[in-house]
């Protein structure tokens, strides 16, 4: 009781657990998968005349974060995984807490929210793409070009590495209580998150008791509203999360403990041909393997019919000289 109350004062800041922030952490991480493929299905129906918008799914989601992420530090003062987990945002001066945060604070959180995981995933998959060009032997004839390639590679692995160490270490100092601060972020904000107290929401009586007293207006209309389409939206961004662990949890399934399928049935034309050339009908000389359509024919025989006709002799599939395939028997 006495902690409860030290809540509800503000004099004493009670903190979530570590098992808390991690997950809210690694629910915030589904949000931008969740959107691009929504977007990507939704574009799919037109892909001829709305697959440019793909080219910009970084930044079209960039637009929709700001809009969701903006909401959620209005109303409910955290982002929109922490208010998930029922936590918000509180700033810590001095060691003391203060209940709500500065205009100035709530703008840098904002901004931090947004753009640092955008600009995080672009030098990321900026990175990726110069090493990808760099293990093909392509090298830039500028020597601008090559330093600028150099310092994103190096720059955005040593920034990784220290920034992961940071986040190790800041875990540490939370879990063992000589911190307040949940991330490195937040410590240069001098923010903190703590438990939210929970909303009264309308009961069906309450409801029921306005729509019978005429007292029902568009302002209550508006909260169910809004409370419905954050409800959700909550609950489809955990549904995607489950599916998403789901697929991983049976992506690595073992296929030897998958049954075997039953094997193709040979038509009555390839048995027909069975240790002979369809060409000359007679016993392999240097056999060779027709890849477009699985056949054994002899070389000297496929060789020519290919390049006079452009197909296989049996099936009629489109095949060149680069489709035959020797077998080197005993």
């Known amino acids: 009781m006495a902690e409860t109350g030290a809540h509800l004062t503000g004099t004493t800041l009670i903190k979530p657990s570590i098992f808390e922030i991690i997950a809210q952490e690694s ?5 931008e998968p969740a959107f691009k493929k929504i977007l990507s299905f939704i574009v799919s129906f037109n892909i001829e005349r709305y697959g440019h918008i793909l080219r910009w799914e970084d930044e079209a989601f960039l637009i929709f974060n700001t809009i969701l992420q903006r909401h959620y530090s ?12 029922g936590l918000k945002r509180i700033a810590v001066i001095d060691s003391k807490v203060e209940r709500d945060l500065s205009k100035e604070q709530k703008k840098l959180s904002l901004m931090l929210i947004v753009l640092f995981p955008y600009i995080k995933n672009k030098l990321s998959r900026l990175s990726n793409e110069y090493k990808l060009e760099q293990a093909d032997g392509y090298t830039p004839k500028s020597r601008w070009q090559k330093l600028y390639r150099i310092c994103i590679i190096k720059g955005y692995s040593i920034f990784f590495m ?3 160490f940071l986040v190790l270490y800041n875990y540490i100092l939370y879990v063992s209580g000589k911190s307040t601060y949940t991330s490195p972020l937040l410590r240069l904000l001098s923010i903190s ?4 107290k929970p909303e009264a929401a309308i009961t069906i009586s309450d409801l029921l008791r306005k729509i019978k ?6 302002s209550d209309s508006i909260d169910i509203l809004q ?11 955990f549904f995607l999360q489950f ?15 998958l049954p075997t399928p039953p094997p193709p049935t040979i038509p009555e034309t390839a048995k027909r041909y069975k240790g002979i050339c369809p060409i000359c009908c007679e016993a392999f000389r240097v056999h060779t393997v027709l890849s477009v359509s699985g056949y054994a024919f002899c070389y000297q025989c496929i060789l020519p019919v290919i390049r006079r006709d452009k197909k296989c002799p049996v099936t009629n599939y489109p095949a060149k000289e680069d489709d035959l395939i020797r077998l080197y028997l005993d």
């Open 74 to 85: 209005n109303k409910y003062s955290a982002s929109f995984s922490e208010a998930f987990y």
């Open 227 to 237: 409370r419905m389409m954050t409800t959700g939206l909550e609950f489809g961004a």
């Open 162 to 164: 220290i920034y992961e």
């Open 193 to 196: 998150l703590t438990y939210a």
């Open 213 to 218: 007293d005429n007292s029902f207006g568009i």
């Open 27 to 31: 629910f915030a991480a589904t949000v």
């Open 243 to 257: 599916l998403s662990w789901w697929s991983e949890e049976h992506y690595f399934t073992n296929l030897l403990a």
